[in-house]
């Protein structure tokens, strides 16, 4: 702790010339692959390229929520295990990701919303996550400053109360997993942007990036946001993805207020109170398609009328820092993770919208067996991309999702 | 402790006096006081500790840049006290000590700074596992500042403005006047934001000169007495600006006064164009304990002798680094502060009025000298001083320490607005590179500090904006551009980054206690630029935002670093000043669409859900399971408000063409006294609307869609179109006409009652479609439907006239126990008939043929392009998709919970709805199953919520429950 400190993710290094794998994007996927890919497939001769620096994506916008009580039983068994790992990584790379699990407390306004509530906990139930509906007064009994009159716009009738969820240090988990998979001789290139993917017969040749050129057979796509124009751009596949500004903000830090992570999909809001104090809170995307990462003000307003509204001892708290990251959507709110099709060595990990971070550490470990092995493992085998073309969506959310300008 | 009570310069009031209760004691302080300076007329210097280290922290900028005078006041916590004005009666309390802000217990931590190196909770706490939970608990009690209680109510009234500008000045110094006034002169209209209570920056305060003699706190009086006389500003004084969004979108809040009639105002601004006239701020000086209370910035020092009538300190050392450092050591000491030396970090370049005026006070001044040490433990005792290669030092004792590097231009609503932002090597101040479309800079920030300047290029950047919103003022603006290119230019700035010193009592940062020490190990660990250190460090991030370290992080990163490009400041994000969530939702009124006939609903005892924009009577009585509502429409007849749906008539030539083009059916088909139930598909072939089509006319035609597609309905069609160029019309009726909906065996004997044509079932049957006048007036469009599956009446009436309808159908049904029934009945008595509900048994993973409707598609309608045929031609072969099927609980005593899974050993599906019927005593209901478990007398395991291992069964049955063959609704 007092020793000499050296850089965290090594020295800086040269860019050679050829790596056994390149992941493009310094972010959670990225990161959590090169680390298991090094730690667990012996494929220590990877190249990640940043084209700014590690966490500047989604990676350090995002409000750092987990939770493992998704709807369907392709996700609820990935997210479980992503939510198992994080004091196992915690330990592994003895680096403090800080889990707070608290709890997330699920509010529901309808009846017709604890109906489609209770399937989301008898999934969980069924798949051993610990799950429950609680009624309004329940879910008052563990967020005292909830607002459960009658009086507000979306009365609470109750919640999906997930008790081993919370948050994890969004930031910690990137330094630690870059600290891991560096001391593991995994290269990690700051300000290096990939610019084109090359490929020949069929396969993946190399990247070029602004610092020359890297010859390859193996690349992974995992830049958050950006994957879907890369793709595009530099292989020429339509990927169904819809890029939109999320945003999230933080209140000046307070003592202990909030010892939940509390959402509303009514009020299109969640807040949660971080280690620091701040009560960081969030809503929907923007609902039009853009790559800005632009505040509006439309945004932070709607946010204090929702939080006025069920949670009104925060009228008396002010906000202190709002801010924009992307989230890349699919049609059916499940991510994309695919490779060898339709270009062998082409691995793509995208289409995570917001909720990528919760998820990162599993599909880091089964990206990376995927990549060594060129084989998919069974528990990723439901988020192909070829879905889409079938028209098989995995169902992820009840009501059916858009984000084109039909929307 | 004495006021300074006839300066000229004063906002203050000494004749009424205020008084709050600061730690059980009352204080005097004075109308114009802030509650910060008049705890320091009370003599209160600590006024709370800092967030790791609990140091005390008293006065500092006065600005607010920092959560040094954060306080909790009248149960509000971190109020910035040094911004908010005083009011008679407050209460106010310290925060984040544990005993008092003067004797702090916890204020031993200072002392274990050794343990807490930059991003120390990583690297500790975790081992072994079990402390982390309690240690966390105790991090959470240690970190964050204020208090608030989960049952606060905020009181006060918030309200809201949305305004239109042409010109709108970010600023209310002489720059922002004068700005103001030049863009007024042509006519436009203008707005005037100032954050302080009161016009002037930072001529209000000062002494010094305008070219031609007069004093600039006169000039700063003159300029604003001529503002508020001139009719096309709008001046808003205490109304700090927050953000700046596309196309100069401005935010604001203001601070209401006390006949305000509000609390606090939100104020959102459309401006063609924006002048910039924020000033400048000063930049921290590093050295160590250069947060002592008793170290003050120069701007502090001075506003509090001149603004507030509180010589800041008994004996003063100055180290300083620019000319209004000096100019306010002259003026203190006029007023009666004991100077004990002023050092001036330059070697050179001073104003030699300045340094002549300070030689003929007998000021001691040293040149090319800098603080390096404030001394005393909780106030200021001494200081060292040092030159700044760090070779020689002498003490100074004193109470006061007046440190400023320099000055540093409040960038922040540049950056908001997306400027590049560049550094300017000569006055070392972060500057736009590129500035935003329609936004221009004037006075301080621009790096000049000449009044008469400042003046000329405040009335510059107005002209140009007003210029930029349409005004032809171009002359002006080229006559005005030369003269203050005659005048002096941006000075030369102080560039000295830090102190001789080490840092390890130097703070970066106040907010998190941040030291230099830290960002140094910040950087060797990797976080080699601003934006990383900021994270991994914790620097600007705390209640005051970049405001403290937000100049000095990116030079001290390139310093230390050696780096050779050009530093980069950190992003700044809005809300510039940190504003309530009370002030962010002003009125925060709900907005919902509520049916004509609403209240008479309510006044039925009607129990109202939102569903989607609309408010709906879910319930009549507190039963929820509706029994008797059901069994009315069942037996008697029962009246359902449903004007919800969404209503739309299209026509045009092409008018068909649309409907083809978004229904699955065969629209050709819609005939004029009959009604066609079809559907719409997107392109996975998923249901996503359904609805009746009926044909009024040639290219004529009246459709509906569910509650909440009716939104969306116009663009969808007009988004499938889009190519085609073909010509009709869509027009929303949605909320010109309402629906009821009559229903049961006794309906007709109703409807006979208040029309009359012929109602029987030959001359209007199931499915058909009528139009009649009720009572000679009232224009009624009738649909003979069968959801419920009764015989049924929907009656579309123009929304003005649905209570008198609704109305007259109470009075003639009375005699046949006519009664409302609401959304749940509704529910229940369809589920019993199999007629699904949108989204309750269709989802994202169900097509049109999953759940049943396949009859609905027409295959052979290729050229229409029907959205979504492609996907449902392909689903036609697809195995194992969910499907919707009929399903009766073996024990009728037991419904299964809506939402429950049907398993194996995987999910295999789950129940949709399910009832236990009051008509048939049946446990019934609808659930989407895997294909493979669809056929008639499958036995399905259903796995319940908190079912501890027992599962309860069910088999597939077919459907529908009640009435198969459809007699009650088609008679
Ligand atoms: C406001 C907000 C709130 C969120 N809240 C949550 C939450 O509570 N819980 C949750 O689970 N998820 C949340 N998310 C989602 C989560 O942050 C993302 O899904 C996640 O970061 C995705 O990880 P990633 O590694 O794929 O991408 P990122 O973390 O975005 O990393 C991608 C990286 O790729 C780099 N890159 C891009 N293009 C190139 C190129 N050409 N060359 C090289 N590098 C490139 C980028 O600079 C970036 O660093 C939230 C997101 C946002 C924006």
Redesign the pocket.
Same mark, same amino acid.
């Given at each position: 702790m007092l020793g000499k400190r050296k850089p965290l993710w090594g020295k800086k290094k040269r860019l050679k010339s050829s790596y056994d794998a390149v992941i493009? #994007?310094?972010?959670?996927? &990225?990161?959590?692959t090169a680390y298991y890919l090094a730690k667990e497939q012996g494929l220590t001769d990877v190249a990640i390229?940043? /084209?700014? !620096?590690?966490?500047?994506?989604?990676? #350090?916008?995002? =409000?750092?929520?987990?939770r493992a009580n998704q709807r369907t039983q392709e996700n609820v068994p990935l997210y479980k295990e992503a939510l198992d790992l994080w004091p196992v990584l915690t330990k592994e790379l003895d680096f403090n990701l800080m889990f707070n699990n608290c709890g997330n407390v699920n509010l529901m306004h309808s009846e017709a919303a604890m109906k489609a509530a209770r399937m989301n906990v008898a999934t969980a139930q069924f798949h051993g996550v610990e799950s429950h509906l609680i009624d309004a007064k329940e879910a008052k009994a563990l967020v005292p400053a909830l607002n459960i009159s009658e009086d507000i716009t979306y009365p609470i009738h109750g919640a999906m109360y997930h008790p081993p969820g919370g948050?994890v240090r969004?930031d910690a988990v990137?330094w630690g997993l870059a600290k891991g998979a560096a001391k593991q001789g995994v290269h990690i290139h700051q300000q =290096?942007? +990939?610019?084109a993917i090359h490929t020949g017969g069929g396969r993946i040749t190399g990247v070029e990036?602004t610092r020359g050129r890297i010859s390859t057979n193996r690349v992974l796509v995992? +830049?958050?946001? !950006?994957?879907a *124009?890369?793709i595009n751009r530099m292989l020429g596949l339509r990927l169904p993805i819809s890029v939109l =500004?999320?945003?999230?903000m933080v209140t000046q830090p307070l003592k202990p207020i909030l010892d939940h992570v509390v959402s509303s999909g009514a009020y299109h809001c !969640?807040a949660n109170q971080t280690l620091k104090g701040e009560i960081a809170t969030?809503a929907h995307m923007d609902p039009w398609p853009n790559y800005t =990462?632009q505040n509006t003000a439309h945004y932070i307003k709607h946010q204090a009328e929702a939080l006025s509204d069920w949670l009104p001892c925060l009228r008396g708290v002010k906000f202190m820092r709002i @801010? &924009? *990251?992307?989230?890349?959507m699919t049609p059916d709110m499940a991510p994309i993770m695919d490779g060898n099709d339709p270009v062998g060595g082409l691995y793509m990990?995208?289409g @995570?919208? !917001?909720?990528?971070? /919760?998820?990162?550490s599993a599909v880091g470990k089964y990206m990376a067996q995927y990549m060594a092995t060129g084989n998919c493992p069974d528990i990723l085998k439901p988020f192909h991309l070829r879905r889409y073309e079938n028209h098989r969506l995995m169902g992820e959310t009840a009501a059916l999702v858009n984000y084109t300008p039909d929307n | 402790m004495n006021r300074l009570n006839q300066l000229p310069t004063l906002r203050i009031d000494p004749a009424v006096n205020h008084s709050l209760t600061y730690r059980g004691r009352t204080y005097q302080g004075v109308a114009g006081d802030t509650v910060a300076t008049a705890l320091f007329a009370n003599g209160v210097r600590i006024f709370g500790r800092s967030l790791k280290y609990h140091r005390p922290r008293g006065l500092y900028s006065l600005d607010g840049e920092c959560s040094n005078t954060c306080m909790e006041v009248d149960g509000i916590p971190n109020v910035r006290a040094e911004n908010t004005l005083l009011e008679n009666g407050m209460t106010v309390k310290e925060q984040n000590v544990k005993g008092s802000a003067e004797r702090d217990w916890l204020g031993f931590m200072d002392k274990l700074d050794w343990m807490m190196p930059a991003g120390f909770y990583y690297k500790i706490m975790h081992k072994p596992a079990a402390i982390w939970p309690m240690a966390m608990k105790q991090i959470r009690k240690a970190a964050g500042l204020g208090i608030i209680s989960a049952d606060h109510k905020m009181k006060g009234r918030y309200d809201e403005q949305f305004l239109k500008a042409e010109v709108t000045v970010i600023g209310g110094g002489a720059a922002g006047m004068a700005a103001a006034l030049a863009a007024a002169q042509s006519g436009r209209r203008v707005i005037l934001l100032e954050s302080r209570p009161h016009l002037g920056g930072c001529f209000d305060y000062r002494v010094s000169t305008t070219s031609d003699g007069t004093p600039l706190h006169e000039r700063a009086r003159q300029l604003a007495e001529k503002v508020k006389q001139t009719t096309n500003i709008r001046l808003f004084e205490h109304t700090s600006m927050v953000g700046a969004y596309n196309n100069n979108l401005i935010t604001a809040f203001q601070v209401g006064k006390a006949d305000d009639g509000f609390t606090e105002c939100y104020i959102e601004i459309r401006s063609d164009s924006v002048v910039v006239a924020t000033g400048c701020i000063e930049r921290p000086l590093l050295f160590d304990n250069n947060e002592r209370p008793g170290v003050m910035q120069v701007g502090c020092a001075h506003r509090l002798a001149r603004t507030y009538g509180l010589l800041p300190g008994n004996a003063a050392v100055f180290s300083v680094g620019h000319n209004p450092g000096l100019e306010a050591a002259v003026d203190l000491f006029d007023l009666g502060l004991k100077i004990n030396c002023v050092a001036d970090i330059r070697e050179d370049g001073q104003d030699p009025a300045l340094l002549l005026a300070l030689t003929e006070r007998k000021i001691p001044v040293l040149k090319g000298w800098v603080a390096t040490k404030a001394h005393g433990s909780k106030m200021v005792q001494k200081a060292t001083l040092c030159t700044i290669d760090g070779m020689v030092k002498r003490q100074f004792s004193c109470d006061l320490l007046v440190a400023s590097a320099g000055l540093t231009p409040v960038s922040g609503p540049f950056i908001l607005a997306q400027a590049i932002m560049g550094y300017d090597d000569h006055t070392g101040y972060f500057l736009p590179d590129q500035l935003p479309e329609k936004m221009f800079p004037a006075g301080r920030i621009t790096g000049i500090n000449d009044p008469d300047a400042i003046e000329t290029s405040g009335r510059l950047a107005g002209l140009e904006a007003a210029s930029a919103a349409g005004a032809d003022l171009w002359t002006k603006v080229a006559e005005t551009r030369n003269a203050l290119a005659a005048m002096p230019g941006p000075e030369r700035g102080c560039k000295l980054v830090i102190a001789p010193v080490k840092g390890r009592k130097s703070f970066i940062c106040f907010d998190e206690d941040a030291t230099v020490k830290s960002v140094k190990q910040a950087i060797d660990q990797g976080f080699d630029v601003p934006e990383l250190v900021k994270r991994f460090a914790g620097v600007g991030l705390g209640p005051g935002q970049g405001g403290i370290p937000g100049h000095n992080l990116p030079l001290f990163v390139a310093k230390y670093t050696a780096s050779k490009e050009t530093p980069k400041p950190t992003t700044v994000r809005p809300p510039l000043v940190p504003a309530f969530i009370a002030t962010y939702a002003g009125y925060n009124h709900h907005m919902f669409k509520r049916t004509p006939i609403h209240h008479s609903q309510k006044a039925d005892g009607g129990i109202f859900r939102n569903i989607g924009v609309w408010q709906r009577a879910r319930y009549f009585t507190a039963d929820v399971d509706c029994k008797e509502e059901i069994l009315n429409v069942r037996n008697n007849v029962g009246m359902l408000d449903a004007s919800t749906l969404g209503k739309f008539r299209i026509h045009g030539p092409d008018a068909l063409k649309a409907l083809q083009r978004v229904y699955v059916s065969d629209m050709g088909k819609a005939g004029k006294d009959r009604i066609k139930y079809s559907a719409m598909c997107n392109d996975d072939g998923c249901v996503i609307d359904d609805g009746v089509v009926v044909k009024r006319g040639e290219n004529d035609y009246y459709f509906t869609t569910s509650t909440g597609r009716a939104g969306q309905t116009a663009e969808w069609i007009r988004y499938h179109t889009r190519y085609d160029n073909w010509d009709f019309h869509l027009v929303n009726l949605t909320d010109a006409m309402g629906v009821i909906n009559l229903s049961g065996p006794n309906a007709r004997k109703v409807l006979t009652k208040v029309v009359d044509i012929d109602l029987s079932n030959e001359a209007f049957p199931f499915s058909g479609y009528r139009e009649f006048y009720i009572q000679d007036t009232i224009f009624t469009r009738a649909l003979r439907l069968g959801f419920v599956g009764e015989l049924s009446y929907e009656l579309h009436v123009p929304s003005s006239y649905m209570q008198a309808v609704w109305d007259l159908l109470t009075e003639a049904g009375k005699a046949f126990g006519i009664r409302n029934f609401g959304v749940e009945a509704q529910n229940v008595l369809r589920m019993e008939k199999g007629h699904i509900i949108l989204g309750q048994e269709s989802e994202q993973r169900t097509n049109l043929l999953d759940v049943g409707l396949g009859f609905l598609w027409d295959r052979s309608k290729t050229v229409a392009r029907t959205v979504g045929a492609v996907a449902l031609r392909q689903a036609a072969n697809d195995t194992g998709r969910l499907t919707l099927v009929g399903i009766r609980m073996e024990d009728d005593a037991r419904p299964a919970r809506d939402g429950s899974l049907i398993v194996d050993n995987k999910v295999r599906g789950y129940v949709a709805t399910m009832r236990r019927s009051f008509t048939s005593g049946e446990a019934v209901g609808m659930a989407l199953v895997e294909s493979q478990l669809a056929g008639a007398g499958t036995r399905l395991e259903i796995f319940e919520d908190e079912c501890n291992g027992v599962r309860i069964y069910a088999r597939v049955v077919p459907m529908p429950f009640y009435d198969p063959e459809g007699e009650r609704m088609k008679s």
């Open positions: 493009i #994007g310094g972010g959670l996927h &990225g990161l959590a390229i940043e /084209k700014r !620096y590690i966490g500047l994506g989604g990676a #350090g916008r995002n =409000t750092a929520i987990v948050i969004h990137v =290096t942007e +990939a610019t990036t995992s +830049a958050g946001g !950006y994957s *124009g890369i =500004t999320i945003q999230a !969640y969030g =990462t @801010w &924009g *990251g992307l989230a890349d990990d995208c @995570w919208g !917001y909720f990528g971070f /919760k998820s990162c | -």
